[in-house]
């Protein structure tokens, strides 16, 4: 603490991520990264992009942005790219979730949208997920100004279908209803073919889980061109150029390289089927998980015992000190080498 400090920063309570220890032989399965390698294609335009280093990179992400566009089906104008999704957030807090009428989003979910909200001063109300920890879409039938959902949920894993989300901002066309997909790709319905239709939803995505590129920060959003403008204003008031040229191309590799995607988002949700297995013969519980992780608790012990047990035998699994899920443990899917080596450490250890 500092005499220097703002009251902004007094009150401020930051987002803790998921530690990187630099310990030999580690299995990393506490932040949710993919545990294979980017596509060849993405690290062959990065190191053909060296060269560019000297010069500042297009401000607007001209071609990155007409390459997610393609893929996606929109045009160039409904997308907005970011220095890593989080940044994308935060500059939707900033530009469009801030109102009289409270932001609502739901009391177990990522724990980052609680620090914006202290950031830029917003006014927010959690609604409780249900008993079986799912998303119950009636119980955002109360006054508010937005609704903010991460689909398929972190921690849970649990994801909504698209018909979900369409009655949603059906329900709600005076609420801007925002879809943070960063986990969309393994296995849930993406909202992105409902941005034609309706002027109140945002969707946003990140190249670091399902592409493998969480070290080159980009993020983006697509919806109508109204709310990208309001995000391209906070950004060209805030960082004129947030994404690298380094990423730039990267990114827009590893959109083109759709074989290298499938392959290992298969691989992935196979890994992830075999985990569930594993940790069910165990005697764990786990919610069914659409994501890269899988969230599971088992009846006989304690969470934290579990996680702090792990982590002396070099494994990290995230575990969040929170009411209702101080008991579960989010376990990121790993190779079928690593997962394997979790299911024997655990065997030992119960
Ligand atoms: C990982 C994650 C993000 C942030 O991703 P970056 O693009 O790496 O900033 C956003 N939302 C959720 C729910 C995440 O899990």
């Not at 697509?222 to 995000?231: K, V």
């Not at 035998?313 to 579960?328: G, M, N, S, Y």
């Amino acid at each position: 603490m500092s005499r220097f400090w703002s009251s902004v920063v007094h009150n401020l309570s930051p987002y803790v991520p998921g530690e990187q220890p630099k310990i030999d032989g580690l299995i990393k399965l506490n932040t949710n990264e993919n545990p294979y390698a980017p596509s060849p294609h993405a690290l062959a335009a990065i190191a053909a992009t060296m060269d560019r280093l000297r010069l500042y990179p297009d401000p607007s992400a001209t071609g990155l942005r007409e390459t997610i566009a393609a893929h996606y089906g929109v045009t160039r104008e409904e997308v907005f790219v970011g220095n890593g999704s989080d940044e994308v957030l935060a500059h939707t807090f900033q530009a469009l979730l801030k109102h009289d009428a409270p932001l609502l989003f739901p009391d177990i979910t990522y724990s980052f949208y609680p620090v914006y909200c202290r950031l830029y001063g917003t006014n927010y109300e959690t609604v409780s997920l249900d008993a079986e920890m799912r998303v119950r879409l009636a119980d955002y039938r109360r006054p508010g100004s937005a609704i903010l959902l991460c689909n398929p949920n972190a921690p849970t894993g649990i994801a909504l279908p698209r018909a979900a989300i369409e009655a949603l901002v059906t329900e709600h066309p005076d609420k801007l209803v925002v879809v943070d997909e960063a986990y969309v790709d393994f296995g849930a319905e993406s909202a992105v073919p409902l941005v034609a239709r309706h002027d109140n939803l945002l969707v946003i995505q990140t190249l670091s889980k399902s592409r493998a590129l969480a070290g080159l920060r980009v993020g983006f959003a697509i919806g109508q061109r109204p709310l990208i403008e309001a995000l391209e204003r906070v950004k060209d008031s805030f960082n004129s150029y947030p994404l690298d040229c380094l990423a730039q191309a990267g990114a827009a590799a590893a959109i083109k390289d759709d074989a290298w995607f499938q392959a290992t988002r298969a691989r992935i949700v196979a890994s992830r089927e075999a985990l569930v297995r594993g940790l069910s013969e165990l005697g764990f519980e786990v919610l069914p998980s659409q994501a890269n992780f899988v969230f599971a608790r088992h009846p006989g012990r304690r969470g934290a015992d579990l996680a702090a047990r792990l982590r002396e035998r070099a494994v990290l699994v995230r575990h969040f000190q929170k009411p209702r899920i101080e008991d579960f443990l989010r376990i990121t899917i790993g190779t079928d080498e690593q997962c394997s080596r979790l299911l024997a450490l655990l065997h030992e250890i119960i």
